[in-house]
Each structure stands twice: as C-alpha cells, then as structure tokens.
C-alpha cells in the first residue's frame, strides 16, 4: 500500500520559516497533481498549495506570496517553503497525491506558529 510520508513540521515564531516535504514510499502511477492542505482546530480542511504535472501552481489566497510548492511528480515529491509565517497558519498540514488510479494522504505534520 503506498505510503505518503510528510516531514518538516514544528514550532516556529510568527515571522519565521519552514519547509515541508512529502514523498511516497512507492511511484504512485498516473499522477496529475500533487499539494498541501490544512486542518485548525474546529475547521475543515482547506487547500493551501497544488502543482500539476505540467508546473502549473496554484495557491490560496491567505498564503500567496508567503509559501511556495515545489516538487517532482514524476517522482511523487513535493515541498512546500512557508515564510512569514502568522499564527493563524498553525494547523496540521497533510500531503496529497492525485491520480487517475485514486486519492492519496498523508498522516499529517502539525506546524504551529507561536510566539
């Protein structure tokens, strides 16, 4: 069963920096797109960053300009560079991978901005 591993998560101050990456444990064929989503306390979850297979990005508004997603989907990695980070973009941040054979998650890195 593949396998969506997320690293990077943490603690920072608002104002600071950090870098998330995905992978997966295995080529998940016929991959489209691949981003990051997020889930506060007490919210549903919401999109922050996607890149198709063809580098098209795409961006929510609350974090243009400050994150920028990254990656290979050929090789089914992607990473999201979070600067000038506001305590309101603390949440758990999941990796996705879509394609035409299915849906895949992450288990989620927990980033919490906090002074």
């Known amino acids: 069963q593949v396998q969506l591993v997320e690293s990077g998560g943490g603690l920072v101050q608002p104002g600071g920096s950090l870098k998330l990456s995905c992978a997966a444990s295995r080529n998940i064929v016929s991959t489209y797109a691949m981003g990051w989503y997020r889930q506060a306390p007490g919210k549903q979850r919401e999109l922050v960053a996607t890149?198709?297979?063809?580098?098209?990005?795409n961006y929510a508004d609350s974090v243009k300009g400050r994150f920028t997603i990254s990656g290979d989907i050929a090789k089914n990695t992607v990473y999201l560079q979070m600067n000038s980070l506001k305590t309101e973009d603390t949440a758990i941040y999941y990796c996705?991978?879509?394609?035409?054979?299915?849906?895949?998650w992450g288990q989620g890195t927990q980033v919490t901005v906090s002074s």
């Open positions: 890149i198709a297979s063809g580098g098209r990005t």
């Open positions: 996705n991978c879509a394609s035409w054979g299915g849906n895949y």
